[in-house]
């Protein structure tokens, strides 16, 4: 990392950067030169500065989102993968006039030995899973987050903002009725 020093006063016209500099006749050393010899090292030098080294290697600075702008965009896509995935639930269930511990009880409630697996059960071990990756796989980890949070926000609102309401019961079951 280059170490900016202010000119002390002496003989020297401009202080150079100790250090590894830049390459003899790069494009930026004349704009680096006047942000070195400048005495007044205010926010606005550090900003040229960097400007600077962000021209001679770009690779150094990769242009990462604030964590504000990551979680806004998680949630954003989480909200439209949830609306999308009870759009799927609400056709199924009264479009195809399908209920889930009628219709899988004989298939999938054998399975689960009766226990109902709601999707945001799924959802919630997605969630657990995405964050135990966070540090080895981000980007997986994110997309888990968000699909997990999607799954889980869909069955939430789907028992207790849709069901609930229309037929006045949740239907929130843990296990299928005995076959």
Known sequence: MRKLHPPSGGSKARNEPSGRGLAAGHLAQPLLDIVISTRDYTGYTVALNLTVLYLERPSRFRLMETP??????????????????????????????????????????????????????????????????????????????????????????????VLWPLTGSPHFDLTYPPL
Do not use: K, N
């Not at 639930?89 to 109902?116: C, H, K, N, P």
């Not at 990756?133 to 069955?155: E, Q």
């Open 68 to 161: 504000q702008r990551s979680y806004r965009y998680a949630l954003w896509w989480s909200l439209a993968l949830t609306f999308m995935i009870e759009l799927v639930t609400v056709v199924l269930r009264f479009g195809f006039e399908m209920e889930s511990t009628r219709d899988t009880a004989s298939t999938i409630g054998r399975l689960t030995f009766g226990i109902r697996i709601h999707h945001g059960y799924c959802g919630l071990v997605l969630m657990l899973v995405a964050y135990w990756l966070m540090s080895r796989y981000p980007r997986l980890a994110r997309w888990g987050l968000i699909i997990g949070l999607a799954l889980f926000l869909s069955d939430l609102i789907h028992h207790f903002l």
